[in-house]
């Protein structure tokens, strides 16, 4: 489904990310992991054209999508999860929803979207009414997740959705991004936790100062660089 080849990017004349390559396939879950700074947030920011693609390529279900707009890439079905449970804090439930649905014209299509929504977070549709700045982190972080998924994205782009959650809402926005994954839908984490993310990932990726080294399955867990440098020797 997403495939980036030889990808170099960075922010105006900072080189970030060095002759990247990674592969999604359709329906999987691949995380993102390794120090602060290695780049992880650059490679979905770059995939989204939020990052300065500098080289390389990235391949979207056979499309070359490279330098396209935001919209666009929204429109094919790519959707971006930003860092910090970013909402619109002033507005209710209910209207955040409606804004990721921005660029869907038909209402009815919008509000059979927002229906969806309701079905799948209930307590969305409990606290629709209600404004964004009085929910719950764990909440907000849900409400940011739905608002992504109103345009029935295939591919959801996440960048480090459990971030400052308390350990509880951590685990049920785990259990929501597998929810998602056992819908149909690829998700890309970018994730601080090696630990969960590789619990939560089919397949995940190590980065380092900018380069990926180190791929595989969940028995990536064993390898000894994972195993001492980012499971405490665990």
Do not use: C
């Amino acid at each position: 489904m997403l495939s980036i080849k030889n990808l170099n990017a960075g922010y105006e004349e900072l080189h970030i990310l060095h002759d990247v390559s990674l592969n999604v396939k359709a329906g999987e879950i691949v995380a993102l992991i390794g120090p602060n700074g290695a780049g992880k947030s650059t490679i979905i920011k770059s995939i989204f054209n939020i990052a300065k693609v500098m080289s390389g390529k990235i391949i979207f279900k056979e499309k070359n999508i490279t330098h396209l707009k935001t919209h666009e890439l929204v429109e094919l079905g790519i959707s971006y999860v930003n860092q910090g449970r970013i909402n619109f804090t002033n507005l209710t439930v209910e209207e955040n929803l409606t804004l990721g649905a921005e660029l869907i014209q038909e209402k009815e299509v919008v509000e059979k979207n927002k229906e969806a929504i309701y079905k799948k977070f209930p307590i969305l549709h409990e606290r629709r009414k209600q404004l964004a700045f009085g929910l719950s982190g764990g909440q907000q972080q849900v409400l940011a997740i739905a608002r992504s998924l109103m345009q029935n994205p295939s591919l959801l782009l996440m960048d480090e959705p459990s971030l400052g959650l308390s350990p509880k809402a951590q685990t049920e926005i785990f259990a929501t991004i597998k929810k998602l994954r056992d819908e149909g839908i690829a998700i890309v984490i970018v994730e601080q936790n090696a630990k969960k993310a590789i619990e939560l990932a089919d397949r995940t990726y190590l980065l380092e100062e900018g380069k990926i080294v180190l791929e595989g399955n969940k028995s990536i867990v064993k390898h000894p660089k994972i195993k001492s440098v980012y499971l405490g020797g665990a």
